[in-house]
């Protein structure tokens, strides 16, 4: 059989549009985060009133140390080193480590989950933060925005036109955001700097000291739960890891460190202007955001305008990592099929409609229910808490696999497990002030993938009927049911898409359908198994007939961006081998097309249905009925193999689980007199 060589090294090299790009498609979320840090920091523990210059440098210490520790170390310096064919992100970790235990299967759907939880709060949060810094903002005597409605409004307007521009690709997306992106770090670290050269004093919250000392100190009332705060600083780490695949890993190395110096100079700038704000006699509202208060007059309008920017393309980073993350989920089998477009030739850039449809409905659903930011801080955070522990042990399985020394794998596992945990517990106080509904979010796909996955498994291991059977042993019958004339035609070329595996293996329900229902004649009979390249414009394919003139195994290689047109590829398949002798001509007597060879078509695509005979345990009964009805209500077979104007038959198979109880009949006799 003909090798198709894929593009499994993908790795994009260091250059300066890469770099562009990746500023424009992975560092949205982290980007954002000085717009909402310090304000959640400051109005957790009581507002302006109750916070020191202590209680500064300990948090903007705990700040520059979670980024250090968890984004830069964890996920730049080990995570992404972590990558399958160029991939990242939870699911293409565990794919990597899946051999090594059954159970790692629960912290990669459990990380997955969550991940695709947070990416339906990010773009809320983000840009409803960014909009409401110009709430009664004045330009001469008119103020742009007055009311939360009206923020509500414009976020809205904002975030649907995001999700509609998806459609096309983010290579186009990466383009147009990394210099707006490239604008708005380097507006952070000038700002920032601008305060920071005024105290330099503040670079000691370098020292750790002060980031431990803060966390047992009176003038911090929130105790350790100031961590929920402080972790919304590198909630953006897990889509770094996650879009790798679409920029790659050396551009990501490339562009970090410039990334990491603008926030930390951005923080500690909010630190230096927060602290000359002590003693003053401003008065601070509750929506009070020294983000946005510590611009000079002459930027603000600037500032708010390409914060706006910035926050949409925050939302950017998880919509794209949501679309990885759910095709590596539909190779794992952990989702049912979906309907995937690629708007470039980087297989890594893809779009998923039903995706961005449930993303962009849940957003306005957040939205709208939370009302304001400081009410959607409560929500996040939670639930990359969550992934990032699976991540944590998925990565400390990698190591083992990689056979890094034990101890430092351990060190690994031990070290960022506990500061996540810590992590964890003081976002989970959250909970009741909006964590809720990430965990709702979260449990909702989880349960989705459950059924999924362990649906599959219920099936197989209650299946009797659904084996893999060879078509050599059905080869014999097949040739003889051609020229059967006992038996009328149902189809000149009868076509079962499948996948064929070892050669000439498939599912048994193939011959049932062609044998024992009623017998099927046909002149050919197609076994057509479509395997999907990395490469994007692939188009080959492979023919076994097995010795015969009537049976046809058929191997098709597209590319990634190849339109999956079945009826149109096979039509030129059989050309071929006719002209080479491999099949016999199907002359037509009554056609439209002179000296038509071809006969006609007929494609059957068989459904599973639960049989009233399955005898299994009620609740994995209920788990196949669910799997089952995921399937009718994703994508369509004939739709997928581009079959929608072909002649298609869908025929219901039974599917009977469990063993069928042996009843055995007693005859009676009767009475003749009677």
Partial sequence: MKTIKAAGNRKKRLTMAGLLISMGVVYGDIG?????VMKSIVGNNGGMNQIDQHFLLGSVSLIFWTLTLITTVKYVL??????????????????LVRKRAKWLVFPAMIGGAALLADGMLTPAVTVTTAIEGLKNLKIGDVTLISSQDTVIVVTVIIISILFLIQRFGT????????????????????IGLSYLVQDLSVLKALNPYYAIEVLFNPDNHAGIFILGSVFLATTGAEALYSDMGHVGRDNIYGSW???????????????VWLNQQQGSHAQYGADFNPFFEMMPGNVRLFGIAIATLAAIIASQALISGSYTLVAEAMKLKFLPRLHIVYPTNMKGQLYIPVVNMILWGMCLVIIWHFQTSTAMEGAYGLAITVTMLMT????????RFRKVPLLISHLVLLFFGAIETVFFISSAAKFMHGGYMTALIATAILLVMFIWQYGSQVQEANSFRSEKVSILSYKKQLEELCYDNDFPTYATNLVYMTQVEEDHFVPKTIFYSILDKRPKRAHTYWFVTVNVTDEPYTAT?????????????????????????INVFLRQIVADMMRNGELEEQPQKYTTMPDRNVGDWSFVLLNEELSPETRIRPMDKALIQARLFLKHITESPAKWFGLEYADVVEENVPLILGKEPQVRLTRRETNQDS
Avoid: H
Avoid at 32 to 36: A, G, I, Q
Avoid at 78 to 92: M, S, V, Y
Avoid at 392 to 399: A, E, H, M, N, S
């Fill in 541 to 565: 394919y492979t023919t076994d007939t097995y010795g015969t003139k009537n049976v046809v195994n058929v191997q098709l290689y597209l590319g990634f961006r190849v339109e999956q047109r």
């Fill in 392 to 399: 944590t042990i998925l990565l400390y399985q990698y190591l």
């Fill in 78 to 95: 080990i995570a992404l080193r972590a990558d399958n064919n160029g991939e990242g992100g939870i699911f293409a970790l565990y794919t």
């Fill in 257 to 271: 460190p410039y990334i990491n110096l603008c926030l930390v100079l951005n923080y500690f700038g909010q630190i």
């Fill in 32 to 36: 954002t985060s000085p717009l909402y």
């Fill in 171 to 190: 290579e186009l997306i990466g383009k147009a955001f990394g210099p707006i992106m490239l604008v708005w770090f380097t507006f952070l670290g000038v």
